[in-house]
């Protein structure tokens, strides 16, 4: 005979809504709950700045429970080693409509970001804001690599 266990047997004892996955990477998407995910990276090199780095996404999964079933706020603030933001903050609405059973789901949230200009080395941050709370920091770090010798082959 099996027995069923909920997620709260299972050792869930806390169903507060939890960051999986936060990653930068070259590119993501997501068909119907399957999120793919290609080339994580937590560093950048570049030879002079501003440096602009045409393509990325920054990745959320989210897992949740019925209880946070409702509409939802979502920021991704982008910061430079100082504290400035480097582009204007993106903001979208997430609606988290778990199974209807007591069983927790997973919310995909990707962010294109396209020409991001990083204007000095250092570590810089993507914030995660939910409903006006910050939900986590992702920090990436731009590295000044030495310049070519242009007589070096």
């Known amino acids: 005979?099996?027995?069923?266990?909920?997620?709260?047997?299972?050792?869930?004892?806390?169903?507060?809504?939890?960051?999986?996955?936060?990653?930068m990477c070259e590119s993501a998407s997501d068909q119907n709950g399957r999120l793919s995910i290609l080339g994580t990276f937590d560093s950048i090199t570049g030879v002079q700045f501003p440096l602009i780095l045409q393509q990325a996404a920054v990745v959320l999964r989210l897992r949740f429970w019925p209880l946070e079933r409702r509409n939802h706020s979502v920021r991704l603030t982008t910061t430079d080693p100082d504290g400035r933001e480097v582009m204007a903050p993106v903001e979208a609405a997430a609606a988290l409509l778990p199974s209807p059973e007591d069983q927790s789901?997973?919310?995909n949230i990707i962010f294109h970001v396209r020409d991001l200009c990083l204007n000095s080395p250092g570590e810089h941050t993507v914030d995660f804001y939910l409903d006006g709370g910050l939900e986590g920091r992702l920090p990436f770090t731009v590295v000044q690599a030495p310049p070519r010798d242009a007589g070096a082959q």
């Open 1 to 23: 005979m099996y027995q069923t266990l909920t997620s709260m047997d299972a050792g869930i004892a806390d169903r507060n809504l939890r960051i999986e996955i936060f990653a």
């Open 105 to 107: 789901s997973a919310y």
